[in-house]
């Protein structure tokens, strides 16, 4: 019996948890995950949609998914014993009440984005233009043919804001309550090309990781495994995807940074077969991949759980 980890969040996290699966001795649980979320808002909006407490309307569907719908909906909601959810960006897009994906909107409306300047006018009349400036921008730039204005019929109900301290509280305290045991992942802190770290990433991170705390959550900031083993060799180019070497190496961190207190956590909390079995398969995919009493994650189960006796990490 394994115990299950429900990821919310991109790539970077749901992409080395199930690398990790087999070594750690865990299982994958994203029934009703409609994608990759980068946003707080968008995070409470899967947890809710995974749960069957709403739904996304039809049409606002690809904007917030690449996966079929009836698919999607057609999966039992089934809760994770350990959530990790990342929190990555602070750019929160939205329409008609509904938390929008960036990138999935983005390919949805490939062309238009295709003009850096039109693209850049497009994001800054969303963010802090009034309707009338929003509809100008669209129609002089986006209003030749029928397919562009029916693409306008969309963009121009689009909004754009940057998250703040109270929405961010707010989010986190809610996956707090409604996970009991929930691990929270920031994004990494990257150097660009100019040799700094990049300013609204930064302040994501650190506003991200100071709520988290003051709030009593897990959280984990991967910037310190990536600077160890090298910002070149651990993310791509475009310093937002991990390499495969990183995806690979990654989870260990998380483990001994949270995963592995938030396991003893739920273990603890339930002291029953099913927790024990958990625990076990668990200990023994560690050992089997080489894991010993040296790694902080193993050393806090030998402490949690003194009576392991053939179990017990090995020294």
């Known amino acids: 019996m394994k115990f299950t980890i429900t990821p919310i ?10 690398r990790a699966r087999s ?51 057609a999966q039992a909601p089934k809760s994770g014993d350990i959530h990790v959810v990342e929190l990555s960006s602070e750019k929160i897009l939205s329409m008609n009440g509904v938390y929008l994906q960036l990138n999935y909107l983005r390919t949805q409306f490939v062309p238009f984005f295709a003009d850096g300047k039109r693209k850049n006018a497009y994001w800054k009349a969303i963010e802090k233009g009034t309707q009338e400036d929003i509809d100008a921008l669209l129609a002089e730039h986006w209003s ?8 306008c019929a969309v963009l121009r ?27 929270f992942v920031t994004h990494v802190n990257a150097i660009d090309s100019g040799g ?29 495994m990536m600077q160890h083993m090298g910002q070149q060799e651990a993310l791509e180019p475009d310093l937002n995807h991990y390499t495969d070497d990183f995806k690979e190496r990654v989870v260990e961190n998380w483990f001994d940074a949270a995963l ?21 398969a668990h200990l023994k995919a560690r050992k089997a991949r080489g894991d010993t009493a040296k790694n902080a994650g193993m050393a806090q189960l030998a402490a949690a759980f003194p009576d392991l006796g053939a179990l017990s990490p090995v020294s």
């Open 9 to 18: 969040g991109s790539c970077r996290i749901v992409d080395p948890l199930r």
């Open 144 to 151: 030749e043919t029928d397919e562009q204005k029916a693409d």
């Open 23 to 73: 070594g750690y001795g865990f299982e994958l649980s994203r029934n009703r995950s409609f994608g990759f979320t980068h946003t707080s808002p968008e995070a409470v909006q899967q947890l809710k949609f995974m749960r069957g407490e709403l739904d996304i309307p039809e049409a606002l569907w690809p904007y917030v998914s690449n996966n079929d719908r009836s698919d999607v909906l």
């Open 260 to 280: 592995t207190q938030a396991l003893t956590q739920m273990i603890q909390s339930r002291d029953d077969k099913t927790a024990q079995a958990m625990l076990e």
């Open 157 to 183: 109900n689009i909004r754009l804001r940057r998250a703040d301290e109270e929405q961010t509280r707010a989010d986190i305290r809610y996956l707090k309550e409604a996970l009991p045991f929930v691990v």
């Open 196 to 224: 700094t770290v990049i300013k609204t990433r930064d302040r994501y991170i650190q506003m991200v990781k100071r709520i988290a705390g003051e709030e009593g959550c897990l959280v984990i900031d991967p910037t310190d």
